[in-house]
Structure formats: structure tokens, C-alpha cells
T-cell receptor, first 112, second 116 residues
């Protein structure tokens, strides 16, 4: 089955800096890659997603890139703010399986 | 904006007892899911449900687990005889089913289950 690896497990940045979180996946048939933000004790909330027919997608300060050949995708947050502090999970959806396989999460801490 | 809802928010039970976790998916969604998250770990898939039957399940979803859609709105997860290791946050999720799996799954707020 699908296996999603996520790095780093923790990331601390200064407010205003950029943060990058990377994920790799194993199933070449995966074609949908969402990123979820989870604040302490709350539900995971989708912040951005990308489908396999595009290489990059941007939404204000958040961008995701996808390299299908290398089977990795990354989340980029620019101009980080303290409210960006949370755990971020990447996920992949293998075609035909339709349940999400999640990465292990990255705890992002933005220092004011 | 419509949201997935779950009840109860917290459940404490004794080992060996049965628990039922309830979810109300978003009304026009066709696919429903249960995931669990052990404290400090990643979200793990349990089961998906479509057209009144299980469409796939993980190795975690053994004979102790069952799901049901008893009416047009509720979606339930039953654990027949709880074990200590069932202690986790259980999330329900739903999606429309219109894009072949490439659409957003919306998560509920979760039920924190503690088995003593």
C-alpha cells in the first residue's frame, strides 16, 4: 500500500521567515495530495491541495509543489506568522483506494 | 458553511465495554470515513463507507469494529469490546464523491475515547 514519509518532524522559524515541509510517497498511482493543518485538540483542516496534473499551486502565503517523477511534494509557507504554529500533515490518495494515507506530521513553531 | 459534526466530544469507558461514536456528515456528501489518531501520532485510516456498505477498510478495522448508517443523516462507529489501545481521537470525515477521490475530505471535530 501507499507509504507517506514527512520531514522534518519539528520546525522552528522566526516570524516572517519561510517554512518548507517535505513529503515523499511510494505509490506512483497517487494523484491527489492534500495538506492539513491541525491545531492542538482540533480537527485537521485542509489548507491546500494539488492534483497530479499540475506541478505547483499557490494560495496567498501558501504554495505546494509536486514532482511526480521523484514522487515528492512540498509545502511552502512564506512570511510566517505566530498563528501558523500548528501540526501540518501531508497526505496522498492512491487511485482506486480513495482513503487518505497521512504523513507523520510536522510541528511548526513560529517564534514572534 | 456546512460542517461534519460528531458526538460525544469525549467518552470514557471501561475495557471490554462497547462504545458507539456518532457522526453527521455533510448532507450532500456520499463518501464517509472513520480515522483515528493516537495521541501525538499521525492520522490513520480505519474504514470508508459508500452506498450503504463498506468500500474499503484498513488492517486496524478488525472484527471488533463495525460501521452503520442507521438513518439518512447519522454514521456510526461501534467498538464491541474496547481495549486499552483503542484510546485515541476518532475523526469522521466526508466528501462529495464527484471527482473520483480527488476532492477535499472534511473532518469532524473528533471524539476523544479513553479506555480505562
Amino acid at each position: 500500500g501507499e507509504n507517506v514519509e514527512q520531514h522534518p518532524s519539528t520546525l522552528s522559524v522566526q516570524e516572517g521567515d519561510s517554512a518548507v515541509i517535505k513529503c515523499t510517497y511510494s505509490d506512483s498511482a497517487s494523484n491527489y495530495f492534500p495538506w492539513y493543518k491541525q491545531e492542538l485538540g482540533k480537527r485537521p483542516q485542509l489548507i491546500i491541495d494539488i492534483r497530479s496534473n499540475v506541478g505547483e499551486k499557490k494560495d496567498q502565503r501558501i504554495a505546494v509543489t509536486l514532482n511526480k517523477t521523484a514522487k515528492h511534494f512540498s509545502l511552502h509557507i512564506t512570511e510566517t506568522q505566530p498563528e501558523d504554529s500548528a501540526v501540518y500533515f501531508c497526505a496522498a490518495n492512491p487511485t482506486g483506494r480513495r482513503a487518505l494515507t497521512f504523513g507523520s506530521g510536522t510541528r511548526l513553531q513560529v517564534q514572534p | 458553511e456546512p460542517e461534519v459534526t460528531q458526538t460525544p466530544s469525549h467518552q470514557v469507558t471501561q475495557m471490554g465495554q462497547e462504545v458507539i461514536l456518532r457522526c453527521v456528515p455533510i448532507s450532500n456528501h456520499l463518501y464517509f470515513y472513520w480515522y483515528r489518531q493516537i495521541l501525538g501520532q499521525k492520522v490513520e485510516f480505519l474504514v470508508s463507507f459508500y452506498n450503504n456498505e463498506i468500500s474499503e477498510k484498513s488492517e486496524i478495522f478488525d472484527d471488533q469494529f463495525s460501521v452503520e448508517r442507521p438513518d439518512g443523516s447519522n454514521f456510526t462507529l461501534k467498538i464491541r469490546s474496547t481495549k486499552l489501545e483503542d484510546s485515541a481521537m476518532y475523526f469522521c470525515a466526508s466528501r462529495t464523491g464527484t471527482s473520483g477521490g480527488q476532492e477535499t475530505q472534511y473532518f469532524g471535530p473528533g471524539t476523544r475515547l479513553l479506555v480505562l
